[in-house]
Each structure stands twice: as C-alpha cells, then as structure tokens.
C-alpha cells in the first residue's frame, strides 16, 4: 500500500517500544503512537488496532467498504469488523492477511467460527512448509489463508480447504489483497474435500487443541485427546504423490507411563513414510489451559474457573502429565524399509526449518543402514559449522566434558569422548575411519582393538545426527 502499511513501514511507524507491546497484544503504546492524523496512523488505528477512525482521517474508499461489510459507520466514525494486517511472504513480495479483530481482554467472546489471524504459529509452518517447488500444493485448513501466501509463488496449482466457511470467504480476501490467483477453495474437513487427489506438498496448521468440547473450529474439532492429529497423520500417505512432503503442526498427550516418542513414532511408523517428529515445547496441564483460556480472552470472566477446573478434571482422567507442541514431516520416498526419527529440538534451528527435513532424514538413513564393518570402512567428514567446546577447570590438562555443537542446521550438541572428539578433528572424507581410529589410539596409548570395538556405538549417532557425514564407503547402504 501506497501509504507504507507494510510490517516495515508498521514498526517505524510505531516505533520499536509501541511495536514490541504489539507483539504482546498490548495496544496502549500503539495508541499513544498514532495519535496524530496521518494516512499511516490512520490505517494501523483502523485495521490492526480495531479503533474507531474518523471518516476525514479515513483516505479509504468508505462507502464501497461499508456496503461490502468490511467496516461499519458510527456517527461520523467508522470501525473495521475485520482484522488487516501486512505479513511478510518473503519472494512472493507484500501480502496482507484478513481474519476476524483480534479479540482482547474485555471483548466480546468468541464467535464459534471465529477466524484467527496469522501470527508465531503461521511463520513456524511457513518456515516449515519450505520445500523445492511443487507441481500441486494442499493448504489444508487454511484459516485466513496466509500459507497460500507462501505456497503460490513455488506451486503450479494450490488447493485450500477448510470446514469453516466464513474462514474461506476471508481467505479469498487476503489472496486478492496480496495478488495472489486462481487458487481453488474447497470447503469441508480434514482430507474429503480432496479425496482422491494427491499432492507434491501438503501443509497443515489444524485444530490441534486438545480439549473436552469442540467450541471454536479453528483450534479445536471435538476429537477425543489427541486423535486427531494422529488421524491426520494416518490419512496423509494415501493424498501424497510419489516423492511428495507433508508438514504439519501438532499437539500431543504426554500420558502416565507412557513414552510420548513412542506414542508419536507410532502415529509415524502407521504411515509406512520416512517421518521426522520434533518436540519443540511441553507444558503440564495447567499451563495448557490456561494458555487456551487466554487464547479465547476468557481469562477474568465468570466461566474462567468453571472451565479451568472441568478441562483439568479431563485431562486427569486421562492420567495426562503434559501436552506436547512441535511439528511433524512426512516424506514418500518409496523406501521398502520406512525411516522414523523422533525427537526434542527447544534450541532454535536455522531458517527455513522445512530445508532440513531431508537432510535430516538423509542422515537417520545413513547411520540406520551402515553395519559396523561399514561404518569403519567409509570415508567420514565433519559437517560444515561444527565446532568443538572443552569444559573443565582452569588450567586442567584433561577437559572434564567435550561437546560438539552445530552452528548450522538443528544446531544439536553432543557429548562425546577424547578419541571421538580426535576423529573429528581429523576427518575430512580422504581416508577411512578405520586407520584413523587406529593412529588415534597409537597417540593416546589405547588399546587399537577396544578402540574399534566401540568406534561404531559412538560413532552411529554422530552420523545421525549429522555430525559426520558419509563421504563414501566399502559397502553402498542396502
């Protein structure tokens, strides 16, 4: 927009204080900042504060806005009914996002087909949702649209669905706003709109909340626990051509006496895909509904409590212990012998995150179909951006603890040895790591033969961990 209604053109607007209580739904600071009556203010008051706005101050075309229900007059006022905000879809250039106004402390409460904005979450699975492109891309449950924003600049063809049909008619006006055409629109749940399709690419933010009740169909769809999200898990293999990808946010129950990676492996292992789940967070129950609660602004209002203790009387008898948060990648790679990684990454990783699926799956299957005599026969490389931390006290000859951290990628650390930690310092895919491991235990006085009797146990999750990488080897993976 002409008048710099852009996320850029917002944040020097606001300034950095005013736009940092923004982020936190905090909208005085954003007052105090567009106090005055210039074309900018006057937008950011309108459509992303939700505040009345003069109609002089207002250079809009009102009347055609008014009649198409996207504001409303009061007096000599007018109000947004809608929520516009500028979003940044990287290459595909300025996009704007439409969905329901932000519902604050002391609003109104949620209308149940209520359209929630774009936000953290949507920028997770935008970064997640990265991939080579794609002849056909799916959306499913595309809410205000704002992965569309994404998927169209790399897709020959993009389907969204939703069940929610006013999320529909508001996803088409954030397309429009943003330049972005000729995506189909269908509405119904999970995967019936498209059934019998495939796709190259299938990207989901969905109604993972776990709760008791279905009461707002962005967050939540009435399934018991976490069925859900596993149901979309099973269902996705039989939508992806060959070759295709499919990331997914997710929620799952962390459950008394229960592995919550073996719970998710499972959903995983179901769809005969390669698949790579990664816990970003977990919160006990309490936590969990309250962050809901806050969600839906019910956080002071008299069924607060009401609602707080029945949701955690459910959960109780589900002997819930937490909820888990992250992501879930799904790769047809037409592997006879399936790989599944399962795991907890709360460091930050490098953006775009969807760029490390294969290659994280690429190293599972290295470390996975190297026998040991294989392992000790291939040429091993240290991967780019690992750097080496020796921890102990001052002055020790003998570090207590040796780690091994990525800069790059997950960024994951590992604990390693002396003579793991010698190899790496030394391997660079030119010669086997069996000669290597040998003159290492040459220089530290070990025995060469118990050397290499362990080698391949330490070595392995190096490798899948992307560590080391394999140059080349004696025997090619079966």
């Not at 109104?108 to 002849?135: E, F, I, K, M, T």
């Not at 119904?188 to 933010?205: I, K």
């Not at 209002?301 to 009401?306: D, L, N, Q, V, W």
């Not at 909820?323 to 990454?345: C, K, M, N, Q, Y």
């Amino acid at each position: 927009m002409e008048t710099g209604y852009s996320i850029d053109g917002v944040r020097e607007r606001l300034g950095d204080m005013a736009a940092s209580a923004l982020a936190r739904e905090e909208i005085v600071p954003a007052l105090r900042a567009t106090r005055d009556a210039d074309p900018l203010a006057a937008l950011i008051r309108l459509w992303w504060l939700g505040v009345p706005v003069s109609m002089a101050a207002a250079d809009l075309p009102l009347q055609d806005l008014i009649e198409t229900g996207l504001l409303v007059r009061l007096g000599d006022t007018v109000q947004a009914t809608v929520h516009l905000q500028p979003w940044d879809a990287g290459a595909a250039g300025p996009a704007y996002v439409v969905s329901d106004r932000k519902v604050r402390p002391g609003d109104p409460s949620l209308r149940p087909d209520h359209v929630v904005g774009a936000g953290g979450a949507s920028a997770n699975l935008a970064q997640l949702g990265w991939a080579a492109p794609a002849g056909r891309a799916l959306d499913l449950g595309t809410g205000c649209g704002v992965q569309v924003l994404h998927l169209a600049p790399r897709a020959g063809q993009v389907v969204a669905t939703d069940v929610n049909r006013r999320a529909l008619r508001l996803a088409r006006l954030s397309w429009e706003l943003s330049g972005v055409h000729g995506v189909e629109a269908r509405e119904g749940s999970m995967y019936d709109p498209v059934d019998g399709e495939r796709f190259d690419l299938v990207v989901s933010n969905p109604p993972f909340v776990i709760a008791p009740e279905a009461r707002y169909t962005y967050r939540e769809t009435g399934r018991h626990g976490d069925d859900f999200c596993r149901e979309l898990v099973r269902r996705t293999p039989r939508h992806l051509a060959q070759g295709g990808h499919a990331r997914f946010l997710a929620n799952w129950l962390h459950v008394k006496g229960e592995d919550w990676q073996d719970r998710v492996g499972g959903w995983l292992t179901e769809t005969g895909c390669d698949g790579w789940a990664v816990q970003r967070d977990v919160q006990d129950p309490a936590e969990y509904v309250e962050l809901w609660l806050r969600d839906s602004a019910e956080h002071g209002t008299s069924a607060y409590r009401e609602r707080y203790d029945e949701w955690l009387a459910w959960f109780e008898s589900m002997d819930v212990t937490g909820v888990g948060f992250g992501w879930i990648a799904l790769h047809d790679s037409g592997s006879l012998s399936p790989l599944v990684r399962v795991e907890e990454l709360t460091q930050p990783v490098e953006p775009p995150a969807g760029a490390l699926v294969e290659e994280v799956l690429r190293a599972a299957r290295a470390a996975h179909e190297l026998s040991d005599g294989d392992l000790l026969d291939a040429r091993l490389r240290v991967a780019d951006g690992v750097v080496e931390e020796r921890v102990g006290p001052p002055g020790a000859d003998d570090p207590s603890r040796i780690v091994l951290r990525q800069t790059r990628g997950a960024r994951r650390t590992a604990t390693v040895g002396t003579v793991e930690a010698a190899l790496a310092g030394v391997c660079d895919g030119d010669l086997p790591t069996r000669p290597l491991l040998a003159a290492i235990a040459e220089l530290t006085g070990e025995d060469p033969d118990a050397v290499l009797g362990r080698a391949p146990a330490a070595l392995r999750p190096l490798v899948a961990e992307g560590f080391l990488s394999v140059a080349s080897s004696a025997a090619s993976p079966r």
